[in-house]
């Protein structure tokens, strides 16, 4: 029995050293990266690096909340307001008058701080009660917490709770719309605001239809008014990638140039896009869509709010059409704010914008040498 415990005893020896041998292996691979995930991890770090020599900022450095900076004193009266201060927000507003595209980018971002904290505004209410600036901002910004309450997830994993509150928190927001609506009569953003409206309640096309009349009626090339419209017609919403696709090409074709509404083919696009290539993105139309856009960017008014959401897209399209030069342009005019499509839809949306414009950094030296600072 000792002479057979002896030779199991030699036997095992072998066996335990492999089995120290494979363990030694397997924690090795488990705590160490790949090969492939390191040169990933050296490509990203190069191209970084090759972007900062541009003077392109990185990830950490990019405004999140806008897609472009805002004008000086748009920016100090958002500060006032964050300081409990309403007035130089009421000024501006009514100084903007019937610059309908400013008074919907402004009201917009006024409603937005009142979602979180709203004490400036019910001031601001008590002071003035029956302003239609206020009435505005109050729409908008309780259009705003409706959709904070729904949150961004698919309707799959929103909770019923977020639901009825969602829709109970609209329909205040429509009654809202229509006193802002009747205490100015000729101003389209209380039904630009009303549109968000209509894609959370589910409004019939021929509502829409009604509600896109008296938009068109006061401002027919609207940005913000079609961005909206062109969601309701998505098929994530209302509509379809047919119907979405023609209200965008028949908004570009009907629009002046400056008013950048070129940018709705290439949205409309963007939307239903699920290939995993660029060939979907360099086709002869998806060319001529960015040509168009490009012409439409180089004749608007360069304080025009909504430009930048044009850039944004430009170069992202440019440069999955190898079109990097140009690309490098466009975000160079945008770097520093990251708050539009493409990126807006992604998590981490400053790393997503800085992980394709350093691609086109490191493509456009590739192609045509160092690009210039």
């Known amino acids: 029995m000792t002479i057979l415990l002896w030779i199991l005893g030699i036997l095992a020896v072998p066996v335990l050293l492999f089995g120290l041998w494979l363990a ?8 160490s990266s790949s090969p492939d995930a390191d040169d990933d991890a050296d490509d990203g770090v ?3 690096k090759a972007a900062a020599a541009l003077g392109l900022l990185p990830s950490d450095r990019q405004d999140t909340a806008y897609a472009g900076p805002l004008p000086a004193d748009w920016r100090a009266a958002l500060d006032a ?3 409990d201060d309403w007035r130089p927000a009421a000024d501006l507003l009514a100084a903007i008058g019937r610059d309908w595209e400013g008074r919907a980018a402004f009201s917009y971002a006024l409603s937005q701080l009142a979602v979180r904290e709203d004490d400036w505004l019910l001031a601001w209410e008590a002071e003035r009660a029956d302003d239609p600036d206020t009435a505005l901002v109050r729409a908008r910004s309780t ?3 409706a959709w904070e309450i729904r949150g961004a997830r698919r309707a799959t994993y929103t909770t019923g709770e977020q639901f009825e509150g969602f829709h109970r928190t609209l329909r205040t927001a429509r009654e809202q719309v229509a006193r802002a609506a009747a205490l100015h009569p000729d101003d ?3 039904y630009i605001a009303e549109t968000w409206i209509a894609l959370g309640l589910g ?4 509502a829409m239809d009604k509600l896109w009349s008296e938009i068109t009626a ?4 609207h940005f913000e008014a079609h961005f909206a419209a062109l969601q309701y017609w998505c098929a994530k919403w209302s509509g ?3 119907l979405a696709t023609a209200f965008a090409e028949r908004a570009a074709a009907q629009a002046p140039p400056g008013s950048l509404l070129t940018a709705f083919p290439l949205i409309a696009h963007f939307e239903h896009d699920e290939s995993a290539d660029t060939e979907a993105d360099s086709t002869p139309e998806m060319i001529a869509r960015v040509d168009a856009a490009l012409v439409d960017a180089a004749a608007a008014d360069p304080a025009h709010p909504r430009l930048p959401e044009l850039r944004h897209l430009l170069a992202f399209y440019l440069s999955l059409q190898g079109r990097e030069e140009a690309a490098l342009e466009q975000f160079r005019l945008v770097d520093g704010h990251v708050n539009a499509l493409p990126w807006r839809y992604r998590v981490d949306r400053a790393g997503y914008y800085c992980q394709v414009r350093d691609a086109t950094v490191v493509a456009a030296r590739a192609t045509h040498g160092t690009p210039p600072a």
């Not at 409004?203 to 021929?206: A, E, G, K, L, M």
């Open 46 to 48: 190069r191209a970084a």
């Open 24 to 31: 030694g292996v397997f924690l090795k691979e488990f705590f």
């Open 218 to 221: 006061r401002a027919p090339h």
């Open 143 to 145: 259009v705003g917490l």
């Open 188 to 190: 389209p953003t209380p």
């Open 81 to 83: 307001v964050r300081a």
């Open 203 to 206: 409004y019939p096309n021929s």
């Open 240 to 242: 379809s990638e047919r």
